[in-house]
């Protein structure tokens, strides 16, 4: 009889390539990255430094709305409005307060936090299209307060604000030292996203979002998850919200359309939903596709966007991050 | 419409390097160039909402093409051509900004011409002015823009909003009386300039005088209930401040429910084919506007010299456009009074001379105005044009009455 | 008490249209369980087709006939050429699909037509009744909307095909067993969705002027009034799209702060669907572990 022959040392977690583990090489990989992304805004123009203080934005946004319709399966619409909301909270405490510009985003947070919790109990009752309708509301009545209520808002004038300065002796200007404070706050955002997600709070999240019942019988309170997924998705996308009206320099309601909520969907969607490094290659695509179409066709360059919406989803139908994921894990397993 | 675009930072560094060659070789020469400008080319940067609700506006921004694109067959202006970069903003500020900033950084234009919105200028009005950018004949109504002391490089064209709603007010206040006034108006800037104006008009009778006051959003379907109310508060009188779509409903429900008041209509909405037609024209009899512009199809000046350019213009190069449509005048004479400036410059094309010039102007006349009608700007006063006349619709044209009328605030 | 009246005639108006596009966004869910974002651009694009052959010298109810067709057809096609790539895919997938056909319908229906406001002619007369509350062109609108739905109505509740599209949607496996060509119903769903849809636009677009923004604010409207009907029933989605053309009518006249309409009406609808949240036509669905 043979002895039972032990499994193949390949098979076991902690792989390793050229004397360092995957772990290691990973944290290599980010901390790459994380170099490049420092490096950038002094190789590229300032206008290319905006577009990219722009994507982060939108990334975190994104990120955002990943949390709630990715890992928790509750669809919004209206995630445009909470982005309204903690712009103009960043803009009023800026301009009405004196409040300095680093300083807005804590209370942006927390008022979006908040709003999302309230939103979430009633949308609690909801699924599917009724939930969508319900956050599509959202979308649409941010600008009609944000007009009505104009002695705070500005009304339809909007609100001007001064761009921050950056602080002396470090040699930046205004891009680029607001690429830096933006891109702090992005690697903040995923770090928190990380934590939360791959965690107790982000295993329940996705256990109500795959099976409602189960998860229920489990023990786990599903009101209580649900309503913290959605607090923490607007508070993301609230800050991203406050970071835009600081780097803009202005709020107006027409900022602010339903376009903008179904962009961060579409955004979503692209770079991959129930992901994180997906809210980055989202922020890149609702940055720069339109640009490029408008360069492609200048008749009709929505066509365009909407037809490299179609050819993503083809092609992805789980976003970039999503799709790109599994055959990566897979590739890896046969090599 | 071409739009160009380098990516790559090198070659743009390129371009950047060869033309401070080219500048600084024709600076030896005494001539000033300013950025964008080269000796074959002089680049102006625009942008108009193409494309979402506001789209319709984005006509004027057509027609301008269609004039610098006229001039550029025809030669161009002292051996350059004029390269009009616009782009859709989609009347979002934020793209507005980054457009903005695309067109001054990257594509290094000379000025930024006729862009159109308020909130979409407004959100460019501080980093244009920093950068010491000319931000020339704005298209929008609002009223604030008439500010030198704050925002020296900004300065609008077309009567404001303010100005055209105070004509109205005046000429109630003194042709009616009596007149018990209703308003519909678009709840945003547009609309609600024509409120205040109108209000400045009548003076103290204002609060007397208007008795209602209604507002209704581009996401409403119709207009038709805000209407209804409106006629219920016994009114004889109607200001509408609404664009096209909702102006044409809005006096096709007047005329359905049988009010018939004196019926004043906000002159971005008064095109004949864009509003009166769809409305139907019998129910658009006797609607009053204003205008500073020559009607393209008012039968008085067919046979002068300056219409059938205008009408050549037309059919070549807008051929699918209507003659009643107001943006071809307005576009046609925005282009004419910018390609004035560019002459007069010579070879100064810098952006501090473009301005200086911008608000230097003494009675400019240009072709398509009303007769009595003239461009005029100075240091203190950046509203270009002040004056417009009253017309009334007669079912087939606009027929002009009165006299041409200031509406400047006094 | 004359105003109220004929806000609420102009309510009921403005609602029919709201219920024509409600009906082709419930056909739709009904068929393939997705909500056709592009349902509204779809209409406006079919309506400009008609208006081309009208300008063009067909009568009206032979461009009307062209017009159904070519749109019957159009639906079919969009659904085996560009959704079938998703329908296994993730419904996020399949509603950014949708997304992307409503911004690629405005944008070419700009292109060709330009933004500049067209009038339609309307087969229906153009006279006051009741009387000046209404005019015999609302009244048209209102009645094909209701003949559209009783036609609607019978063929899911009447016909085989109905039947089986019912059942592909419910239970493709099933469905399949029994012999049912699942990929055809769905198609068929998108077909008559579009025909309901090109309806709708051409009755529509005389009241509120031809351009390629017209179906914008509709379509929002009309998802309200489907929601609020409950998005399975076609009886839902009159009742529910009338309903929100008055509430939006009422509330605009006799709210102080009329321009807070939209956000209060929603407000409302949101309030009805807490209490009732499949809508007031709706089936619950019921999950069995």
């Not at chain 1, 969907?265 to 640009?291: D, E, R, W, Y």
């Not at chain 3, 939006?248 to 009805?272: H, P, R």
Request: charged share 15%; aromatic share 10%; glycine share 10%.
């Amino acid at each position: 009889m043979e002895k039972p022959v032990a499994p193949a040392a390949r098979e076991v977690a902690g792989d390793s390539y050229a004397g360092l583990n995957a772990g290691v090489w990973r944290l290599i990989g980010v901390l790459a990255l994380i170099a490049l992304a420092a490096a950038l805004p002094f190789a590229l123009s300032k206008y290319q430094v905006f577009e990219l203080t722009m994507v982060m934005i939108y990334a975190i946004a994104v990120l955002g709305l990943n949390i709630l319709t990715g890992y928790n399966g509750q669809i919004s619409l209206g995630h445009g409005g909470f982005f309204a909301a903690g712009a103009y909270t960043a803009a009023i405490l800026m301009h009405r307060y004196g409040v300095p510009y680093w300083a807005t985003l804590p209370p942006a947070a927390l008022i979006c936090f908040v709003l999302g919790v309230l939103f979430g109990l009633p949308a609690l009752r909801f699924e599917g299209p009724y939930l969508a309708l319900v956050t599509l509301a959202m979308a649409l009545a941010m600008p009609q307060l944000l007009k009505y209520f104009d002695t705070w808002t500005g009304g339809q004038q909007g609100i001007n604000l001064v761009k921050p300065l950056p602080p002396p002796g470090l040699g930046l200007d205004h891009d680029r030292w607001l690429y830096f404070v933006v891109f702090v706050v992005l690697l903040l955002a995923i770090r928190v996203a990380a934590n939360l997600l791959n965690g107790r709070t982000g295993r329940a999240f996705v256990a109500i979002r795959d099976h409602p019942i189960a998860a229920t019988a489990m023990g786990i309170d599903t009101a209580r998850y649900k309503t913290i997924a959605f607090g923490t998705s607007t508070l993301f996308t609230g800050v991203a919200g406050a970071l835009s009206a600081i780097v803009i320099g202005f709020v107006a309601p027409e900022s602010f359309s339903l376009f903008l909520s179904i962009s961060f969907l579409v955004g979503s969607a692209v770079g991959g939903i129930a992901t994180i490094s997906g809210a980055i290659v989202g922020g890149f695509f609702i940055q720069f596709v339109p640009n490029l179409a408008n360069d492609i066709s200048d008749a009709a360059p929505w066509a365009i966007y909407g037809l490299a919406m179609l050819l993503f989803m083809y092609a992805m139908p789980r976003g970039v991050v999503g799709s790109l994921g599994p055959w990566l894990a897979r590739w890896k397993r046969q090599a | 419409m071409g739009v160009m675009r380098t990516r790559k930072h090198a070659a743009t560094g390129l371009a950047a390097a060869a033309g401070v060659i080219l500048a600084s070789g024709l600076a030896w020469a005494a001539d000033q160039y300013g950025p964008g400008v080269t000796d074959s080319e002089i680049k102006l940067g625009n942008t108009m909402p193409y494309s979402g609700p506001a789209s319709g506006l984005g006509t004027l921004g057509k027609a301008e093409a269609a004039f610098f694109a006229m001039i550029n067959d025809q030669g161009g202006v002292n051996g350059r051509k004029i390269n009009f970069i616009t782009r859709d903003d989609g009347y979002s500020p934020p793209k507005t900004l980054e457009i903005t900033r695309h067109l001054v950084e990257e594509e290094q234009v000379l000025l930024m011409f006729s862009a159109l919105g308020t909130a979409t200028n407004t959100a460019v009005q501080d980093y244009l002015n920093d950068s010491k950018v000319p931000q020339l004949f704005i298209a929008t109504g609002a009223a604030k823009w008439d500010d030198p002391k704050h925002h020296p490089w900004t300065i609008a064209f077309t009567p404001n909003y303010h100005i055209e709603s105070r004509i109205y007010g005046r000429y109630i206040g003194k042709s009616l009386p009596n007149a018990k006034i209703a308003v519909l108006y678009q709840n945003d800037d547009f609309g609600k300039d024509y409120l205040v104006g109108l209000r400045e008009g009548l003076g103290d009778k204002a609060e007397k005088m208007i008795v209602a006051t209604k507002s209704y959003e581009t996401t409403d379907p119709t207009v038709d209930s805000q209407i209804v109310t409106l006629q219920g508060s016994g009114a004889d009188v109607l200001l509408t401040a609404a664009v096209p779509k909702f102006a044409a409903q809005a006096i096709r429900k007047v005329y359905d429910i049988g009010w018939k008041p004196t019926h004043f209509l906000s002159y971005p909405s008064s095109s004949i084919g864009g509003v009166m037609k769809p409305a139907g024209l019998e129910k658009s009899v006797g609607i009053i506007s204003a205008t500073p512009f020559k009607d393209g199809t008012d039968p008085q000046w067919q046979d002068t010299a300056e219409f059938k350019d205008w009408a050549g213009w037309m059919q070549k190069y807008n051929s699918a456009a209507n003659f009643g449509d107001p943006f071809y005048v307005d576009g046609y004479i925005r282009g004419q009074l910018m390609l004035t400036l560019i002459k007069t410059a010579g070879n100064d094309l810098t952006r501090e001379n473009m301005m200086k010039l911008a608000t230097s102007m003494r009675d400019v006349k240009l072709p398509m105005l009303l007769p009595g009608i003239t461009a005029s700007t100075g240091p203190d006063d950046y509203q270009p044009l002040k004056q417009m006349q009253l017309q009334r619709f007669d079912g087939n044209t606009w027929k002009l009455f009165g006299e041409v009328i200031s509406g400047s605030g006094s | 008490m004359h105003q109220l009246l004929q806000q609420i005639f102009s309510g009921l108006a403005a609602g029919a249209i709201y219920a024509s596009v409600a009906l082709a966004l419930v056909m739709i869910y009904r068929a393939t369980d997705l909500v056709n974002f592009a349902q509204g651009e779809m209409a406006m694009f079919s309506t400009y087709i008609a208006w081309t052959l009208v300008n063009a010298g067909v009568p009206f109810w032979g461009a009307y006939l062209i017009t159904l067709t070519v749109s019957f057809l159009g639906g079919m096609m969009i659904e085996r050429v560009l959704i079938r790539p998703v329908e296994n895919a993730p419904v996020l997938a399949a509603v950014v699909v949708t997304i992307g056909l409503l911004l690629i319908f405005n944008a070419t229906a700009g292109w060709i037509y330009t933004y500049t406001v067209q009038d339609f002619p309307s087969p229906f007369p153009d006279r006051p009744i009741f009387g000046a509350l209404m005019t015999t062109r609302d009244l048209g609108v209102i009645v094909v909307t209701l003949a559209m739905l009783v036609l609607l109505f019978a063929f899911f509740r009447f016909t085989p095909i109905g039947l089986a599209m019912r059942a592909a949607a419910q239970n493709p496996q099933s469905a399949q067993l029994c012999g049912i060509h699942v990929g055809r119903m769905l198609a068929l769903g998108w077909g008559l969705a579009a025909a309901i849809g090109a309806t709708a636009g051409i009755m529509v677009a005389p009241v509120l002027f031809l351009d390629p923004n017209m179906m914008g604010g509709v379509l929002v409207y009309a998802f309200a009034g489907a929601l609020l009907g409950g998005i399975t029933s076609p009886v839902g989605a009159v009742v529910g799209g009338l309903m929100v053309g008055v509430t939006e009518n009422l509330v605009g006249t006799y709210l102080i702060a009329s321009q807070l309409k939209l956000t209060v009406a929603f407000a409302l609808i949101i309030l009805v669907l807490v209490f009732k949240p499949n809508g007031l036509f709706g089936t619950a669905i019921v999950r069995r572990v």
